[in-house]
């Protein structure tokens, strides 16, 4: 089963259109992405119509962001493309009449709404710009000398300061 990935999609453009001067095409926004112009504009279009971005046509023109990043949130991006779904279908109702399918759908139906609630509420927490400033860091060290690197500490590692 593929995965619903226009959110991080959106997200990836909207940085992307952020970070370039002027506007940026259906076409080039596809090709970064790896899909059609067609399904950019479709995406883009659920954007444009909340106020996050806007289109001029003709020559020279292309997408735009028109909301400062720092306002939009994950949430406000889900949202606007069309809210695909978080999590897959983790049940079946191949048998209706069966009391143990019954029992197991009730409490799996129900964990995951508590999830989706809390994933969306964390969504509506980050901002498109904190998104944004982690991309110029990781950019910044990218652009560093090998030997000018701090080396990555191990996840359980702290800081010796």
């Known amino acids: 089963m593929r995965t ?47 106020g996050y971005v806007q289109s001029e046509k003709g020559h020279g023109g292309g997408w735009i962001v028109s ?44 964990t995951v709404r508590e999830a989706e609630a809390a994933l969306l509420a964390r969504f509506g927490a980050i901002t498109v710009g904190m998104l944004v400033r982690d991309f110029d860091e990781r950019f910044a060290r990218s652009q560093q000398p090998d030997s000018t690197r701090r080396p990555a500490r191990r996840p359980n590692e702290k800081s010796r300061q």
Not at 10 to 32: F, K, N, V, W, Y
Not at 72 to 95: C, K, M, N, Q, W
């Open 67 to 110: 909301k400062n990043l720092d306002e939009l949130t994950l949430l406000d991006v889900y949202r606007a493309v069309g809210e695909p779904p978080i999590f897959s279908e983790l049940f079946t109702e191949d048998h209706p009449e069966c009391l143990v399918e019954q029992a197991v759908n009730v409490r799996l139906s129900e």
């Open 4 to 50: 619903d990935s226009r959110l991080s999609r959106m997200l990836h453009a909207l940085i992307h259109m952020d970070r370039h001067d002027g506007p940026l095409t259906s076409e080039t926004i596809a090709q970064m992405l790896g899909t059609n112009p067609v399904v950019v504009r479709r995406m883009l279009a659920g954007l444009r119509d909340q």
